[in-house]
């Protein structure tokens, strides 16, 4: 069963999709997933489309949802920060957690790029996240931001956009317009992965938000709950590197996988691969009884 759900969220409300299994029983408990989208994008994009399904065809109630300023959920269109959507993942955990058919003491979050970030730091500072899978995620956004903009002059450019915008603000109150591409570079190639919906144009605010938000400060307090890291080997939007250093920062249990065969947008590829290493990972920690 697929539904269409309102959940609050502050003074604004998230417009998300519940999917429940079939063969859910009355009364019945299990774990649970949320999953949150990348940068920009919302919960049709092809990841999410792809991803929220399958874990309900394994029999986890799942819901996916627009996060806040984009798609079809309230708040400052385009307006992403980090911060902000950690708070509102909060709301998303606590709504789930009170459904029929959820088990609230194991809820999942598997997110995606961006949203894999946020799903990192909110499993670091918040006591219901069972568990996190982050995909393309990233825990040190100055870091990423650098080796996302290695060319030459290109991260002295990005920190210039930033003094304009602060330097704008001081004198109109109001952030500079920048576009999706000055923030998180994607190649030609790559850009059919991006949704329908997909914002183009950010508050250079954004650009400073996730320039300072940093999953690696507060990922070790996740443990002893399991985390699962995937990455492609190339990923040529979120680099590599970056998912390897949230690894050094987490705590056991903590597994990750490099994926040779993939590069950014995996969830939505069609690729079989990725989910068989994520079932398996469930029926270590998250087994549906049968």
């Given at each position: ?17 519940l999917?429940?299994?079939?063969d ?5 408990k ?6 949150t ?17 399958q ?21 400052e269109?385009?307006r992403?920060?980090?911060?902000e959507?950690v ?6 955990i606590k709504w ?12 999942i ?14 499993g ?5 996240v069972a ?19 290695a060319?030459p002059g ?12 602060k ?32 914002i183009?144009?950010f508050?250079?605010d ?16 996740l ?19 970056a998912?390897?250093?949230v690894?050094?920062?987490a705590k ?20 079989a691969?990725?989910y068989?290493i994520?079932?398996?990972w ?9």
């Amino acid at each position: 069963m697929e539904q269409r759900v309102t959940i609050p969220s502050g003074d604004i409300e998230l417009i998300g999709t519940l999917h429940l299994p079939d063969d859910l029983k009355p009364g019945e408990k299990r774990p649970a997933f949320i999953t949150t989208h990348g940068f920009g994008g919302s919960r049709i994009d092809g990841s999410m489309a792809a991803v929220a399904p399958q874990m309900c065809e394994w029999g986890y109630p799942t819901v996916r949802f627009d996060s806040r300023g984009c798609g079809e959920s309230g708040g400052e269109r385009g307006r992403i920060i980090p911060m902000e959507q950690v708070s509102d993942l909060g709301n998303v955990i606590k709504w789930l957690a009170q459904q029929d058919g959820v088990d609230p003491d194991k809820i999942i979050i598997l997110g995606d790029s961006l949203g894999a970030a946020v799903s990192l730091y909110t499993g670091g500072t918040n006591d219901d996240v069972a568990a996190v899978i982050a995909v393309g995620g990233w825990g040190n956004g100055a870091a990423k931001i650098k080796l996302q903009h290695a060319g030459p002059g290109e991260y002295d450019k990005y920190l210039d956009m930033l003094a304009r915008n602060k330097a704008h603000k001081e004198k109109t109150g109001e952030s500079i317009k920048v576009s999706r591409f000055d923030i998180v570079p994607i190649p030609e190639h790559l850009r059919a992965g991006l949704p329908t919906d997909a914002i183009m144009e950010f508050p250079a605010d954004t650009a400073q938000a996730i320039h300072d938000f940093r999953p690696i400060d507060v990922i070790g307090n996740l443990s002893p709950r399991p985390l699962l890291l995937l990455h492609a080997s190339r990923d040529r939007v979120t680099p590599t590197e970056a998912s390897i250093e949230v690894f050094g920062y987490a705590k056991l249990p903590k597994d990750m996988m490099l994926l040779s065969d993939l590069d950014h947008f995996p969830l939505a590829a069609g690729n079989a691969r990725i989910y068989h290493i994520i079932r398996g990972w469930l029926n270590l920690h998250f087994p549906i009884a049968q």
